[in-house]
Protein backbone atom coordinates (compact mmCIF):
# COMPACT_ATOMS: atom_id res chain seq x y z
CA UNK A 1 0.00 0.00 0.00
CA UNK A 2 1.09 3.94 -0.28
CA UNK A 3 2.09 6.42 1.77
CA UNK A 4 -0.79 8.63 2.25
CA UNK A 5 -0.53 11.87 0.43
CA UNK A 6 -2.26 15.27 0.90
CA UNK A 7 -4.67 14.09 -1.98
CA UNK A 8 -5.53 10.64 -0.09
CA UNK A 9 -5.75 12.70 3.25
CA UNK A 10 -8.71 15.32 1.33
CA UNK A 11 -10.47 12.25 0.18
CA UNK A 12 -10.91 11.03 3.23
CA UNK A 13 -11.48 13.90 5.55
CA UNK A 14 -14.24 15.83 2.69
CA UNK A 15 -15.19 12.93 1.16
CA UNK A 16 -15.57 9.88 3.02
CA UNK A 17 -13.39 7.89 0.36
CA UNK A 18 -11.83 4.86 1.80
CA UNK A 19 -7.80 5.43 -0.43
CA UNK A 20 -5.18 2.87 -0.97
CA UNK A 21 -3.09 3.66 2.10
CA UNK A 22 -1.53 1.68 4.68
CA UNK A 23 -3.93 -0.46 6.22
CA UNK A 24 -2.43 0.54 10.13
CA UNK A 25 -2.88 4.41 8.36
CA UNK A 26 -6.40 3.86 7.08
CA UNK A 27 -7.61 2.16 10.38
CA UNK A 28 -6.39 4.89 12.19
CA UNK A 29 -8.36 7.63 10.23
CA UNK A 30 -11.22 5.45 10.57
CA UNK A 31 -10.95 5.41 14.72
CA UNK A 32 -9.94 9.46 14.22
CA UNK A 33 -13.02 10.08 12.67
CA UNK A 34 -15.29 7.75 15.43
CA UNK A 35 -13.67 9.32 18.19
CA UNK A 36 -14.61 12.70 16.36
CA UNK A 37 -11.04 14.64 16.40
CA UNK A 38 -11.25 17.56 14.36
CA UNK A 39 -9.11 17.17 11.72
CA UNK A 40 -8.45 20.87 10.83
CA UNK A 41 -7.61 21.67 14.63
CA UNK A 42 -5.04 24.75 14.65
CA UNK A 43 -3.24 23.50 17.78
CA UNK A 44 -3.59 21.38 21.36
CA UNK A 45 -3.86 24.32 23.67
CA UNK A 46 -7.70 23.41 24.38
CA UNK A 47 -7.14 19.83 24.74
CA UNK A 48 -7.96 18.89 28.32
CA UNK A 49 -4.44 18.01 30.39
CA UNK A 50 -3.71 15.59 32.52
CA UNK A 51 -3.25 16.12 36.05
CA UNK A 52 -0.73 14.08 38.68
CA UNK A 53 -0.93 13.82 42.19
CA UNK A 54 2.51 12.92 42.32
CA UNK A 55 5.00 12.52 39.41
CA UNK A 56 4.01 8.76 37.75
CA UNK A 57 7.13 6.40 37.94
CA UNK A 58 8.09 6.99 34.20
CA UNK A 59 8.45 10.56 34.55
CA UNK A 60 11.77 9.65 36.57
CA UNK A 61 12.42 7.23 34.07
CA UNK A 62 12.49 9.55 31.01
CA UNK A 63 14.34 11.75 33.08
CA UNK A 64 17.58 10.02 33.22
CA UNK A 65 16.67 9.37 29.36
CA UNK A 66 16.70 12.77 28.82
CA UNK A 67 20.09 13.20 30.91
CA UNK A 68 21.54 10.24 28.16
CA UNK A 69 20.52 12.17 25.53
CA UNK A 70 22.07 15.75 26.41
CA UNK A 71 25.34 13.12 27.03
CA UNK A 72 25.72 11.47 23.92
CA UNK A 73 23.34 12.45 21.39
CA UNK A 74 23.45 16.12 20.52
CA UNK A 75 25.36 16.30 17.79
CA UNK A 76 23.73 13.79 15.66
CA UNK A 77 20.48 15.38 15.40
CA UNK A 78 19.30 18.29 13.21
CA UNK A 79 17.91 21.43 15.37
CA UNK A 80 14.43 21.13 13.62
CA UNK A 81 13.27 17.96 15.85
CA UNK A 82 12.65 16.87 19.43
CA UNK A 83 12.31 13.92 21.61
CA UNK A 84 9.00 13.55 22.93
CA UNK A 85 8.07 11.15 25.74
CA UNK A 86 4.78 9.68 26.51
CA UNK A 87 3.37 7.46 29.39
CA UNK A 88 1.37 4.53 28.58
CA UNK A 89 -1.78 5.96 28.20
CA UNK A 90 -0.21 8.71 25.61
CA UNK A 91 0.00 11.40 27.62
CA UNK A 92 3.31 13.63 27.33
CA UNK A 93 5.23 12.99 30.28
CA UNK A 94 8.68 15.26 28.66
CA UNK A 95 9.94 17.56 25.89
CA UNK A 96 13.11 17.47 24.68
CA UNK A 97 13.28 20.14 21.79
CA UNK A 98 16.62 20.32 19.87
CA UNK A 99 16.57 24.27 19.21
CA UNK A 100 15.12 26.84 20.99
CA UNK A 101 13.32 27.98 17.69
CA UNK A 102 11.55 24.54 17.34
CA UNK A 103 10.68 24.52 21.08
CA UNK A 104 8.46 27.46 20.39
CA UNK A 105 6.43 26.03 17.25
CA UNK A 106 5.59 22.90 19.71
CA UNK A 107 4.48 25.83 22.19
CA UNK A 108 2.60 27.28 19.87
CA UNK A 109 0.93 23.91 18.42
CA UNK A 110 0.38 23.16 21.86
CA UNK A 111 2.80 20.43 22.16
CA UNK A 112 3.47 20.66 25.93
CA UNK A 113 3.50 18.05 29.11
CA UNK A 114 0.51 16.59 30.41
CA UNK A 115 -0.91 17.10 26.71
CA UNK A 116 -2.80 13.99 25.14
CA UNK A 117 -1.30 12.31 21.66
CA UNK A 118 -3.62 9.22 21.98
CA UNK A 119 -5.67 8.68 18.80
CA UNK A 120 -9.06 9.45 20.51
CA UNK A 121 -7.59 13.03 21.26
CA UNK A 122 -5.66 13.81 18.03
CA UNK A 123 -5.99 10.90 15.77
CA UNK A 124 -3.37 8.72 14.39
CA UNK A 125 0.18 9.93 14.95
CA UNK A 126 3.31 8.20 15.39
CA UNK A 127 2.76 7.76 19.23
CA UNK A 128 -0.77 6.20 18.53
CA UNK A 129 0.31 4.08 15.65
CA UNK A 130 2.95 2.69 18.44
CA UNK A 131 -0.03 2.27 21.03
CA UNK A 132 -1.68 0.34 18.94
CA UNK A 133 1.01 -1.76 17.19
CA UNK A 134 3.05 -1.90 20.18
CA UNK A 135 6.02 -1.87 17.92
CA UNK A 136 8.17 0.86 16.33
CA UNK A 137 6.18 3.17 13.56
CA UNK A 138 7.04 5.57 11.40
CA UNK A 139 4.07 8.60 10.19
CA UNK A 140 4.95 10.43 7.46
CA UNK A 141 3.51 14.21 6.95
CA UNK A 142 -0.11 13.86 5.24
CA UNK A 143 -0.49 10.49 7.27
CA UNK A 144 -1.54 12.58 10.34
CA UNK A 145 -4.83 13.11 10.99
CA UNK A 146 -4.65 16.46 11.82
CA UNK A 147 -3.60 18.82 9.21
CA UNK A 148 -1.23 20.92 11.58
CA UNK A 149 1.02 17.62 11.57
CA UNK A 150 1.22 17.20 7.82
CA UNK A 151 4.79 19.80 8.13
CA UNK A 152 6.38 16.88 10.66
CA UNK A 153 7.56 13.20 9.90
CA UNK A 154 7.47 11.04 13.56
CA UNK A 155 8.67 7.90 14.62
CA UNK A 156 7.67 6.05 17.98
CA UNK A 157 8.76 3.43 20.02
CA UNK A 158 7.93 1.42 23.34
CA UNK A 159 10.45 2.10 25.26
CA UNK A 160 11.62 -0.14 28.03
CA UNK A 161 13.35 -0.13 31.74
CA UNK A 162 15.92 -2.29 32.26
CA UNK A 163 13.04 -5.10 33.76
CA UNK A 164 11.92 -5.37 31.35
CA UNK A 165 8.67 -3.17 32.09
CA UNK A 166 7.26 -0.83 29.27
CA UNK A 167 7.67 2.78 30.51
CA UNK A 168 5.42 4.70 27.82
CA UNK A 169 6.88 5.44 24.58
CA UNK A 170 9.44 7.46 23.02
CA UNK A 171 8.66 10.01 19.83
CA UNK A 172 11.64 11.52 17.65
CA UNK A 173 9.22 14.22 15.88
CA UNK A 174 11.13 16.30 12.68
CA UNK A 175 10.31 19.03 10.06
CA UNK A 176 9.45 17.17 6.92
CA UNK A 177 12.48 18.95 4.88
CA UNK A 178 14.95 18.57 7.61
CA UNK A 179 15.35 15.39 8.35
CA UNK A 180 15.68 12.09 6.07
CA UNK A 181 12.80 9.64 7.28
CA UNK A 182 15.40 6.73 7.49
CA UNK A 183 17.24 8.52 10.12
CA UNK A 184 14.27 8.63 12.49
CA UNK A 185 13.46 5.55 12.73
CA UNK A 186 17.26 4.44 13.12
CA UNK A 187 18.08 7.36 15.63
CA UNK A 188 15.12 5.60 17.87
CA UNK A 189 16.22 1.86 17.32
CA UNK A 190 19.98 3.66 19.04
CA UNK A 191 18.23 5.49 21.48
CA UNK A 192 16.33 2.54 22.46
CA UNK A 193 19.44 0.41 22.32
CA UNK A 194 21.84 2.93 24.18
CA UNK A 195 19.72 3.21 26.89
CA UNK A 196 19.34 -0.24 28.03
CA UNK A 197 22.99 -0.40 27.47
CA UNK A 198 23.75 2.61 30.02
CA UNK A 199 21.25 1.52 32.15
CA UNK A 200 22.21 -2.35 32.54
CA UNK A 201 25.92 -0.98 33.19
CA UNK A 202 24.68 1.18 35.58
CA UNK A 203 22.79 -0.98 37.39
CA UNK A 204 25.71 -3.91 36.81
CA UNK A 205 28.15 -1.44 38.75
CA UNK A 206 26.02 -0.68 41.90
CA UNK A 207 25.63 -4.32 42.16
CA UNK A 208 29.19 -4.78 42.23
CA UNK A 209 29.74 -1.81 44.70
CA UNK A 210 26.72 -3.16 46.64
CA UNK A 211 28.97 -7.13 46.69
CA UNK A 212 32.26 -5.51 47.29
CA UNK A 213 30.46 -3.56 50.55
CA UNK A 214 29.20 -6.18 51.72
CA UNK A 215 32.27 -8.15 51.20
CA UNK A 216 34.13 -5.63 53.04
CA UNK A 217 31.70 -5.64 55.75
CA UNK A 218 31.95 -9.08 56.51
CA UNK A 219 35.46 -9.24 56.53
CA UNK A 220 35.76 -6.37 59.07
CA UNK A 221 33.18 -7.54 61.36
CA UNK A 222 34.45 -10.76 61.58
CA UNK A 223 37.87 -10.56 61.67
CA UNK A 224 38.44 -13.05 58.57
CA UNK A 225 41.18 -12.83 55.59
CA UNK A 226 39.91 -12.38 52.08
CA UNK A 227 41.31 -16.61 52.20
CA UNK A 228 38.96 -17.75 55.06
CA UNK A 229 36.07 -15.72 53.77
CA UNK A 230 36.17 -17.10 50.40
CA UNK A 231 36.70 -20.66 51.43
Known amino acids: MN ?3 EINWQQFVRENIEPKIKKKVLLGWKRSHEAKVNPYMDNLIHLPKISYKKPPESKQFFNEVVEYINNCLDDSIQEHSAWIFCDQ ?3 V ?3 RPNSDDFKQELNELGITERISLAEDSIGTNAISLCMNSQESEICFEAEHYLKAFHKFKAAASPIFNIEGKRMGY ?5 KKNYTHTATLKCMILLLIEGVDRSFRLTRSRARHDNL ?5 SAL ?7 TVFLT
Open 212 to 216: KGKVE
Open 93 to 95: LKV
Open 170 to 174: CMLLA
Open 220 to 226: FDNHLTP
Open 89 to 91: DGF
Open 3 to 5: IAN
